[in-house]
């Protein structure tokens, strides 16, 4: 089994700053990608950002010169900084792991259990 621990949400006011942190843990063979997704009330969970083992990195246009994701391998850690924040970056963000856990088999995504952001002054 594979286990993902979120961290980092709250309440910030616009234009400040928070760090969101994902740790995996488990049965991990190898990890293909990671990243974030968040879903706002009554919206669709949507693609924040996206890191590969080898490094490239995806973001939502809506977040670009704002957030940074990265990633620490020898943790199994993903990381989200997220900057000039503004009302509507509001949501639960949920981090995935692309995971295969025995040699061979395929990748899977797991995700975390989600964490509350909210902007407002």
């Known amino acids: 089994q594979v286990q993902l621990v979120e961290s980092g949400g709250g309440l910030v006011q616009p234009g400040g700053s928070l760090r969101l942190s994902c740790a995996a843990s488990g049965s991990i063979f190898s990890i293909y990608a990671m990243g974030w997704y968040r879903q706002a009330p009554g919206k669709q969970r949507e693609l924040v950002a996206h890191i590969s083992t080898a490094g490239s990195t995806n973001y939502a246009d809506s977040v670009k010169g704002r957030f940074t994701i990265s990633r620490d391998s020898t943790k199994n850690t993903v990381y989200l900084q997220m900057n000039s924040l503004k009302p509507e970056d509001t949501a639960v963000y949920y981090c995935?792991?692309?995971?295969?856990?025995?040699?061979?088999?395929?990748?899977?995504?797991?995700w975390g259990q989600g964490t509350q952001v909210t902007v407002s002054s």
């Open positions: 995935f792991f692309s995971i295969s856990t025995e040699r061979l088999r395929p990748y899977s995504n797991y």
